[in-house]
């Protein structure tokens, strides 16, 4: 597949204006290296500063009835009429940060169809149960990755610079830990966490539902594992991952389901995971896991677990800071300051 040249040339000079900016060499941290890192993507020496665009993919997961949530499928298809309302984190989130924000159904269970503002992409009314059976059939894991890379093409074509998927479906985290196990060859126990806080029980019931997708699809090559063990809306995320890889814009990275869409996404493709940049470590069991296979640093660590996009969202203001303090910063010269 196609992948944008990351520009080290745009790198290089970015580089060079931060060392000549009105300020000790380094001095600014992590901002520094933020505001270098998109000049890259954006191959120029003083980036643009960021429009966002956030994309809630929502899907139900057949696991559920192996009691591994605290709560039940339904609530995926409240969720909706809820982001539809406004009344959702991420609403808070993007409103506050200039964000546009678009909500698909790639796999609710319910009939979610008469809500307005809620994209209609729905391939299958929830997964197969990946304890007994594959999560999707082939046409089905790539109509659900195609659902993915339209909307990030959209997006793009709309203006959009920085991309954000965000998730939603009862049951993702289960089938998220399942995929990173598989993709970064960890144990259950390594990374199956509480999900929404789900009690001793189910937490049990939890780890033996993916001990038994990992013995069920055991010698699934890398770039199928999705399919197997994944979800309708982890498969769309890995495909709007994709696309912006192969059209050169950036993803933010957000939590435990995104790390397992973006683990999916490098098993097509490493190259791929240089337009991700990971914007904090979930409370979630494994992400770290998760990041550390991807090659990635998180920003932050706020102690969160809610997905929707929330955490990627949450860094935007400091990543547009690192943006506008390395254009608007006068450099020693300019400024008429020695730096001798």
Not at 136 to 157: D, F, L
Not at 283 to 312: F, I, Y
Request: charge should be negative.
């Amino acid at each position: 597949m196609s992948v944008a040249r990351i520009d080290t040339a745009a790198l290089d000079a970015a580089q060079t204006r931060q060392n000549s900016l009105t300020k000790p060499q380094g001095s600014l941290g992590n901002l520094e290296d933020i505001a270098c890192w998109f000049a890259a993507r954006q191959g120029k020496t003083i980036p643009d500063m960021l429009r966002p665009h956030v994309c809630v993919f929502a899907g139900d997961h057949g696991v559920v009835k192996e009691g591994v949530s605290a709560f039940p499928s339904v609530v995926t298809g409240e969720m909706l009429k809820n982001f539809a309302a406004g009344g959702a984190a991420i609403n808070v989130l993007a409103k506050q940060n200039a964000a546009r924000l678009s909500v698909v159904d790639v796999g609710v269970q319910s009939d979610v169809s008469t809500i307005e503002g809620i994209k209609h992409a729905k391939v299958r009314a929830g997964t197969g149960n990946i304890t007994k059976e594959a999560a999707m059939t082939e046409w089905e894991y790539w109509q659900a990755v195609a659902v993915g890379e339209e909307q990030a093409e959209k997006a793009i074509a709309d203006g959009a610079n920085i991309l954000i998927a965000g998730d939603m479906g009862i049951g993702n985290t289960t089938a998220s830990a399942a995929l990173i196990c598989e993709l970064a060859l960890f144990t259950p126990e390594e990374v199956v966490g509480r999900g929404t806080g789900v009690d001793d029980e189910a937490y049990q019931l939890k780890l033996k539902a993916v001990r038994r997708a990992l013995q069920r699809a055991q010698h699934t090559p890398s770039k199928d594992a999705m399919r197997e063990l994944g979800g309708l809306e982890i498969a769309a995320m890995a495909g709007y991952y994709r696309a912006a890889a192969r059209l050169g814009v950036p993803v933010l990275l957000d939590g435990f389901i995104s790390a397992a869409a973006a683990l999916a996404a490098v098993a097509w493709d490493a190259r791929i995971s240089g337009w991700m940049l990971a914007t904090h470590v979930s409370q979630e069991k494994g992400h770290a896991l998760a990041l550390k296979a991807l090659g990635l640093e998180p920003l932050l660590d706020m102690n969160m677990r809610l997905g929707e996009g929330s955490g990627a969202a949450l860094i935007l203001p400091l990543l547009q800071s690192a943006i506008a303090l390395h254009r608007d910063m006068a450099t020693f010269e300019s400024a008429g300051v020695s730096d001798k």
